[in-house]
């Protein structure tokens, strides 16, 4: 099996679909098909049943999945380590962080990146969605948790308490909660995850269980954005709420845990030059916050 057919083997395994695989892979969804129908002639054995849900690997297939992964992480690992070595002030470094973070800190350092390295191309995505770093779906990361792959490079480059913030005009319309009412009388927006997590919601440790849950985000920008525009009281790192200009409530309290921020690559690339570049421009922008 060579590598063209072990990435098509691989996306049609990881998506259960040939559309899928082909949005995955860049290609139509007739090639993705032609491709397996072939791969299987050849080895001469059924990798996949079809079913009316998408495409589910035989025993067969799953034995094969299992090499075809020891494949891809050999080839990625060759591909890395030949990136290392680049020392060219030139071509794409893939950025994933989040929105928030991106707007405040990704953002100008790309700026100030293209002014000293003009050949230095960013990619940057930002979501909620953790990229993998291993599987080279991005270059570096700039995360709110550390890694614990061994192969990955982690350094702390922020560290923020989280404090609980209002806009003005929220507090000219309806005052500032007492502690100890679990935000009785009050409207709340909170960052949607919290609430799927099956644990009791809390804002800087008080009980939300008498506020009024007003809006859900999918995102810390959001919730900086709802805030701002006075929907509800909500619980974002100090450091951004005074950015803001929003009014910081019960400023002596704050959530247990600080709100960390992780710049992480891959240990073959952090010696490449690109890479390198982007990294000290994304460091010089978060000088001062720890």
């Avoid at 099996?1 to 892979?25: H, I, P, Q, Y």
């Avoid at 380590?81 to 929105?99: A, E, K, S, Y």
């Avoid at 440790?205 to 509800?232: F, K």
Wanted: with cysteine; charged share 25%; net charge neutral.
């Amino acid at each position: 099996m060579n590598w063209d057919d072990a990435r098509v083997f691989l996306a049609v395994c990881r998506e259960s679909t040939l559309r899928g695989a082909a949005r995955v892979l860049g290609v139509d969804q007739a090639t993705v098909g032609r491709r397996i129908t072939a791969l299987e002639k050849s080895l001469n054995a059924t990798l996949f049943l079809r079913t009316s849900d998408g495409y589910a690997l035989t025993a067969v297939g799953e034995a094969a999945m299992r090499a075809v992964e020891k494949m891809e992480h050999s080839a990625l690992e060759l591909q890395r380590r030949i990136q290392g070595l680049d020392d060219r002030l030139t071509g794409i470094v893939r950025v994933t962080t989040t929105d928030s973070l991106a707007i405040d800190f990704l953002i100008p350092a790309v700026a100030r990146l293209h002014q000293r390295h003009p050949d230095v191309r960013v990619q940057l995505d930002a979501s909620t969605q953790i990229l993998s770093l291993a599987k080279r779906e991005a270059d570096i990361a700039v995360r709110n948790t550390r890694p614990d792959n061994p192969d990955l490079i982690a350094r702390r480059i922020a560290r923020w308490p989280v404090g609980l913030f209002a806009s003005q005009a929220y507090v000219d319309a309806h005052g500032i909660p007492s502690p100890g009412s679990a935000f009785e009388g009050h409207d709340l927006v909170v960052y949607q995850p919290y609430l799927q997590g099956g644990k009791d919601m809390t804002l800087v440790n008080e009980p939300v269980v008498r506020g009024r849950i007003a809006a859900s985000l999918s995102s810390s920008l959001l919730v900086r954005r709802s805030i701002a525009a006075g929907i509800g009281i909500g619980e974002i790192p100090v450091y951004v709420g005074e950015k803001d200009g929003l009014v910081r409530l019960w400023p002596e309290r704050t959530r247990p845990l600080p709100y960390d921020v992780w710049l992480v690559t891959h240990a073959d690339l952090r010696h490449t030059a690109r890479v390198r570049a982007v990294i000290d421009e994304i460091v010089e922008g978060f000088s001062g916050n720890l």
